[in-house]
């Protein structure tokens, strides 16, 4: 199997789940051809030098990658397509980099060569979703054509922070989510979902689809919590001087229940929150080299 992420950015953060993600995986090292990091931030995988190839990517590919729409997002399908074509005849697994593997390895590989493709999980029938992107997307997208297959009420949104495809077929399955990208794209459909529903299309219809949410954690939605216990683990193994062998043998011993994956909250209440802070900015800051000032009466 062949692990593929895409990590972009000078957030920290994101590189850090990357390098957590990755080490989850690394327990099952025999059961992986290639573990392939496209980035612009190369530097933050060197700890990682013997286990992963990193792929930098400039401007000029990560715009031809765009398309003629300069639809960021089709990266993912086209990082997808260049792996693919890497190594033609091993499974791919693609995963965000707030991601980790806590269930079976043995179980997602022998889904993907048996010929079904996973996603994180399903989200439901586009046509029965109840946001106003997903409303407005299947209002522009009921009935049409997107490379040749005709869209309908079963065609399922699937979360695409997981997207692992068969090596059979899999040049026909990627290509048949690039044309829907590009078709969707071309009528002018509401973009945000775009990728993530090209690829759910192409795989159902390619293989079949199953969830991988048994097996992976992605925790969208409970990143800050998430962030904090991923950076003290890697923060005590830089102190702790370990080794990625050593590191492994660790996230080993992680509490994967330690915090919720899944943790949504109202908007009425980071609303109220945000209120709170501006009406109740701190009484004081004072930075080094600043003049000090008076104590509080």
């Known amino acids: 199997m062949n692990l593929l992420y895409l990590v972009f950015g000078a957030n920290i953060k994101n590189h850090f789940q990357a390098n957590f993600s990755i080490l989850t995986f690394l327990k099952h090292r025999a059961g992986l051809t290639s573990i392939t990091v496209v980035t612009d931030a190369p530097n933050f995988y060197r700890h990682l030098d013997e286990f992963v190839t990193v792929l930098p990517v400039d401007e000029a590919t990560l715009q031809e990658w765009k398309g003629e729409f300069n639809f960021f997002w089709r990266i993912k399908i086209k990082a997808l397509e260049h792996v693919a074509r890497q190594f033609p005849n091993t499974p791919i697994l693609y995963l965000d980099s707030d991601t980790f593997l806590h269930g079976s390895f043995e ?53 695409a922070g997981v997207v692992g495809i068969p090596a059979l077929r899999a040049p026909d399955a990627i290509a048949l989510a690039l044309t829907i990208c590009d078709e969707l794209s071309r009528q002018q459909v509401t973009p945000r979902l775009i990728e993530q529903f ?92 600043d003049a000090e000032l008076p104590a509080d009466e």
């Open 107 to 159: 179980a997602l590989h022998e889904t993907l060569r048996r010929g079904t493709a996973l996603m994180h999980e399903p989200e439901g029938q586009l046509s029965q979703l109840g946001s106003k992107t997903e409303k407005l997307m299947w209002n522009q997208t009921q009935g049409h054509t997107y490379g040749g297959v005709r869209l309908t009420e079963r065609h399922t949104m699937w979360n």
């Open 198 to 289: 090209a690829l759910s299309v192409a795989l159902a219809e390619t293989f079949g689809l199953q969830a991988a949410r048994p097996h992976i954690g992605h925790y969208w939605s409970n990143k800050d919590e998430w962030n904090e216990h991923i950076a003290a683990f890697l923060l005590e193994s830089h102190l702790s001087g370990r080794t990625v062998p050593q590191e492994v043998e660790a996230v080993g011993a992680f509490d994967f229940r330690v915090v919720p994956v899944v943790r949504k909250l109202k908007n009425t209440r980071h609303r109220l929150e945000n209120l709170v802070r501006r009406l109740f900015p701190p009484k004081q800051v004072v930075y080094v080299g």
